[in-house]
């Protein structure tokens, strides 16, 4: 109960609906008009949460949340939209303003209860992520002066906040795994190819002095959290068990984006810059690029793509082909070999594909070790 959602909307009939759904589990403020809105917005405690409707009797909801955004007070407070327009311009639209997701009315209650415990779990591993980071920070500076006599106390307590920090990881990954149909062995698999592959690269002379172990190691880390964008995404695009319209498409091709805008939000909080969150947030965004530019969200080509998300857009390419999606039967090893060799120069650096071409065999005893029929045993 001690979470604080910020309800904006002048409908009577759907205040009451909201409220039934998240007043046992939440504090709920209420505001039924745009200005009302901002102002609460502003009252401390802060909001953890504002659900906003679209259409308010004195101010359109799109400037409400502009307007919140601006402001250095309220920009980190997630917001999630409501409104009975449920079309791909409007979702866009509000997307692109900075809100992390879109509920179409009729509100129902289960499924909007789960997408705000959604947000609010995102927002608090991020939280967790900026206090693991001040405590670290102030462990060394505080050890730095008895050095000789708390070394092995502080390797100690470094190691378990590292600990900390990789479970973090994981797990935010993981809340983007919770809304998608793939399992979350998705994120164990292309993470350990990724390992594979910066292994592989690291003594090479192309890397040796350019890429630090320490960044080797983050990239393979951080590979989970390159589908963290898709807890923006609406459940009727995201879960659609068919393929893709155009329409529906350019709503997905928005979660790069919004990874990289979650990442960057939640290095924010934690008040430093060239974290490891740097390296997550150029896999989130650049997962989807291709070697020869016509990947998206930007259209880089070449190296313009960082290396991190270079090997990753390869690792993840290559999962998704050995497994069954809703617009595809499952390929086999061979195949999804042939069509990354075939992919050289064209999707991936011709260099990741070398490296995968030498190590298939490693590749392929990953896919069985973190099977999705392992996952259902378990």
Request: glycine share 6%; aromatic share 6%; charged share 30%.
């Amino acid at each position: 109960m001690d979470k604080l959602i910020l309800l904006v909307d002048d409908d009577p009939a759907v205040l009451a609906i909201l409220k039934e759904s998240l007043r046992p589990h939440y504090q709920i403020r209420i505001a039924t008009n745009g200005r009302k809105a901002l102002e609460l917005a502003h009252l401390q405690p802060l909001p953890d949460l504002i659900l906003l409707d679209v259409k308010l009797p004195d101010m359109h909801g799109y400037d409400v949340c502009t307007r919140l955004k601006q402001d250095p007070l309220t920009a980190a407070i997630p917001v999630m939209f409501l409104s009975s327009h449920s079309d791909v311009g409007h979702i866009t639209h509000g997307l692109e303003l900075g809100a992390v997701d879109y509920v179409s009315k009729p509100v129902a209650p289960p499924i909007l209860l789960a997408r705000v415990r959604t947000h609010l779990r995102l927002r608090e591993a991020g939280d967790l992520l900026r206090d693991q980071n001040v405590h670290l920070e102030s462990l060394v500076s505080k050890r730095t002066r008895d050095l000789e006599a708390r070394t092995m106390e502080l390797q100690a307590r470094t190691s378990d906040l590292q600990l900390s920090q990789d479970l973090t990881i994981v797990a935010l990954g993981s809340i983007a795994e919770t809304r998608d149909n793939e399992t979350g062995n998705h994120i164990h698999r292309t993470r350990a190819y990724v390992q594979v592959m910066a292994r592989r690269l690291a003594p090479t002379p192309r890397y040796r002095n350019t890429v630090s172990e320490e960044q080797w190691t983050m990239i393979w880390k951080s590979a989970p959290l390159h589908d963290i964008g898709k807890v923006g995404i609406p459940d009727h695009i995201l879960l659609k068990p068919d393929k893709l319209t155009v329409e529906e498409f350019s709503v997905m091709k928005r979660h790069p984006a919004i990874g990289r805008d979650a990442l960057r939000d939640a290095e924010a909080r934690m008040g430093t810059e060239g974290s490891f969150l740097s390296i997550a947030k150029e896999i989130a965004y650049g997962h989807h690029e291709r070697w020869d530019g016509t990947g998206y969200p930007q259209g880089l080509s070449g190296e313009a793509t960082p290396l991190s998300a270079r090997l990753m857009a390869l690792a993840d390419v290559y999962d998704a082909l050995i497994h069954k999606r809703v617009y595809k039967p499952a390929w086999s090893h061979a195949e999804a070999v042939e069509m990354i060799r075939e992919g050289r120069g064209k999707h991936f650096d011709p260099s990741l594909v070398d490296c995968f071409l030498e190590d298939a065999d490693e590749f392929r005893y990953i896919a069985s070790r973190f099977s999705d029929d392992a996952e259902e045993e378990n």
